[in-house]
């Protein structure tokens, strides 16, 4: 155990060293940190849309949102004879007609219009438009646009008061909505987030990990290590320290979000309650998940690391890990939307996935104590075999030089070893 500290220290201490980890990590919280207490100095209510401004801003949205545009149509019908409709209905626009299709096409053609019409009757109409930029609602304003010239159209020709026809179309419907148990809406976007971020820290404390037992194995220190410790001591020493050392980041990170959120909560008026309004037992779930399935990573990459002779290999030997790591990620990812699904529950159990998939489940829906309790069993359990066969694969690769020796191989040649 002493053993143990003293490598945990060492490898811990050039993480902390690192001055590019510390500076990283202080700048990232530093700014958030400063983000979320930036509504208590500063009149964000524009922007946030918790004061009156925004309800005014909204009302007058049309008029001041930029340059006035120019649309041009072309009426079959008649009904736009006169354009003080549509220019009621687009605010802050200025409409030309045209004498026929072709004139609306060579009128946005060559940009004099914005956009143009052309409408063939009450129920079919063409819209032309130079480029389409992703805010554009114009069809959506003329569409209702036409179906209320239709119906006036309808009214008409059936002598129908329509008055009474449009209370019939434009009905009030008042529907509450009661959840009796969690809104998938309100967690999708923190557990996107934190997928991501456990995502990243595996793959690169990883290589982190796997790259500094490589280093020690090409400059031969390794040789002089194993003399004044245990092989059990350097591999577990390695993976405590970049687990500690990734855990203290994110933890800073979310602290400073979630926990400076918590205390300006207030002043944000609820809008950031998607991304940090994050419930304790999800938390715990999460950090208890993704701690022991680093660990479980972390204990592979090392293994990995010792292996390879240069560091140069470690990519090709750890190339198996990372697909595995990437198809969970997109899986898991991928069935965001059908937690309930089988693939789901399945990849919620499987310790190569249930660091980032069972949290999520707690997160987004309904699971029984009893699951989460048998996850983390085979999580814990597998985590454990994983570094027990990383430690005899650490002492076994340690002093082999020479090509890269795959995981498969590895194992295979502890199997005779035992045999023997």
Known sequence: MKKLKTVLGFELSNYLQNKTFLITSLLIVV?????????RFIDMSD?????????????????????????????KTGAFSKTAVLEESFPGSKWKTAKSADEVKKQVNSQ???????????????????????????????????????RVSYCEEKNLPLDEVMNLVNVNVTGTEKILGKDMSESFAYCYILV????????????MIATSVTTEKSNRSIEVLVTSTTSNSLIFGKVLAGTIAAFVQVGLVLFAGVGGYAINYDYWGGKLDAVLHIPGNVLLVFGLFALFGFVFYASIYAAVGALVSKTEDINKTA??????????????????????????????????????????RVAMGEVAAWEIIVSFAILLASTGLVGYLAA?????????????????????????????
């Open 31 to 39: 700014v958030i940190a400063v983000v979320m207490f930036l509504p």
């Open 47 to 75: 922007m946030l849309g918790t004061g009156d401004a925004a309800g005014s801003a909204e009302e007058s949205a049309g008029d001041d949102d930029g340059e006035e545009k120019t649309y041009v149509i072309y009426d």
């Open 392 to 420: 005899k694969i650490y002492r076994m690769g340690t002093l082999r030089y020479g090509n890269p020796i795959s995981i498969r191989s590895a194992i295979r040649m502890l199997k005779n070893k035992s045999a023997e």
């Open 319 to 360: 190339g198996s890990v990372q697909m595995i790591i990437m198809i969970v990620y997109f899986l898991v990812l991928f069935q965001m939307s059908n937690i309930d699904g089988t693939i789901m529950k399945v990849l919620s159990f499987l310790p190569v996935s249930s660091y980032s998939a069972m949290y999520i």
């Open 112 to 150: 004099k219009a914005s956009a143009g019409f052309v409408v063939n009757s009450l129920t079919e109409y063409e819209h032309f438009v130079h480029n389409k930029d992703l805010s554009d609602m114009d069809m959506v304003v003329f569409d209702e646009l036409l179906a209320q010239a239709y």
């Open 196 to 207: 991501i971020a456990v995502f990243m820290i595996i793959i690169l404390y990883g290589i």
